[in-house]
């Protein structure tokens, strides 16, 4: 099963335990950090700022208890996501290309891209809320081609519908299945994927968003709403994710 340090530790049939791919032995210790160095890639020389937090909690009181229900992240977790928003992006430029062109032209994927950053860079108070802030960045392109604010939401339909068509991980599908069958499953996002729309809902006793809940991971109020509707207190709850901060450290703190 996996553990609580979420999508980066996993312990198999053997009963050994194994961080990123690499054996470990237990208890943890510091020394085993330099294990964590991989996920700082994507962080920037920067990312090593939550290395303080792992050190809590490989030597804190994050001790498995009894897992009477998991709550997992969805994006880059069950299912990859560079190539779902890459589709869903192709999709809303033909859809615009028919109908709205003078959009379509002013607004080349690069651009699109550039707008959707800067109106998450103008809305932090929308950080939240993916939605929303592609919805305003509809509302800005179709202004700026002279176009008509109409087509706002049929243009976020074709982007959405293709958001949510994934691919996913191969074994991710069984293994959901196989949780499912001992414990409560729960989703808990920062994205606004639909598992109604995706074919998921009937694995998850429910999806919790951001957007839903009017905060992202790493709040720690997002976690504890999740374990309130699971009837759970949050020792009992296991969280599995991809992200070192979101979810590893949210989740911890939490």
Same mark, same amino acid.
């Given at each position: 099963?996996? !553990?609580?340090?979420?999508?980066? /530790?996993?312990?198999?049939?053997?009963?050994?335990?194994?961080?990123?791919?690499?054996?470990?032995?237990?208890?943890?210790?510091?020394? #085993?950090?330099?294990?964590?160095?991989?996920?700082?890639?994507?962080?920037?020389?920067?990312?090593?700022?939550?290395?303080?937090?792992?050190?809590?909690?490989? =030597?804190?009181?994050?001790?498995?208890?009894?897992?009477?229900? !998991?709550?997992?992240?969805? +994006?880059?977790?069950?299912?990859?996501?560079?190539?779902?928003?890459?589709?869903?992006?192709?999709?809303? *430029?033909?859809?615009?290309?028919?109908?709205?062109?003078?959009?379509?032209?002013?607004?080349?994927?690069?651009? &699109?891209? $550039?707008?959707?950053?800067?109106? @998450?860079?103008?809305?932090? #108070?929308?950080?939240?809320?993916?939605?929303? #802030?592609?919805?305003?960045?509809?509302?800005? &392109?179709? +202004?700026?081609?002279?176009?008509?604010?109409?087509?706002? #939401?049929?243009?976020?339909?074709?982007?959405?519908?293709?958001?949510? =068509?994934?691919?996913?991980?191969?074994?991710?599908?069984?293994?959901?299945?196989?949780?499912? @069958?001992?414990?409560?499953?729960?989703?808990?996002?920062?994205?606004?994927? +639909?598992?109604?729309? !995706?074919?998921? $809902?009937?694995?998850? /006793?429910?999806?919790?968003?951001?957007?839903?809940?009017?905060?992202?991971?790493? /709040?720690?109020?997002?976690?504890?709403?999740?374990?309130?509707?699971?009837?759970?207190?949050?020792?009992?709850?296991?969280?599995?994710?991809? +992200? !070192?901060?979101?979810?590893?450290? *949210?989740?911890?703190?939490?």
């Amino acid at each position: 099963i996996w !553990i609580h340090l979420g999508s980066l /530790a996993v312990r198999g049939g053997d009963g050994k335990l194994a961080i990123l791919g690499q054996a470990v032995e237990e208890p943890l210790v510091p020394a #085993q950090l330099p294990l964590f160095d991989e996920l700082t890639r994507h962080h920037g020389e920067d990312g090593f700022a939550a290395r303080a937090d792992v050190e809590e909690v490989i =030597e804190g009181d994050g001790v498995i208890g009894a897992c009477n229900a !998991i709550t997992l992240d969805l +994006d880059d977790t069950i299912w990859p996501i560079a190539p779902v928003i890459l589709r869903a992006e192709n999709a809303l *430029g033909a859809w615009l290309r028919e109908h709205a062109p003078r959009t379509a032209a002013l607004f080349p994927l690069e651009a &699109m891209r $550039m707008l959707r950053d800067e109106v @998450a860079a103008e809305h932090p #108070q929308l950080a939240h809320d993916f939605t929303r #802030q592609r919805l305003i960045s509809l509302e800005r &392109m179709l +202004d700026a081609a002279g176009d008509d604010r109409s087509l706002v #939401q049929p243009a976020f339909d074709a982007f959405f519908a293709a958001r949510c =068509e994934v691919e996913h991980y191969d074994d991710s599908l069984d293994a959901l299945d196989r949780l499912a @069958a001992r414990v409560p499953l729960a989703a808990l996002s920062n994205g606004n994927a +639909d598992l109604g729309r !995706i074919g998921l $809902m009937h694995v998850f /006793a429910f999806q919790l968003g951001a957007r839903e809940h009017g905060a992202a991971k790493p /709040a720690a109020s997002i976690f504890h709403a999740a374990c309130e509707r699971l009837q759970c207190p949050p020792g009992e709850v296991l969280h599995v994710g991809d +992200d !070192i901060e979101m979810d590893v450290v *949210g989740a911890h703190r939490a």
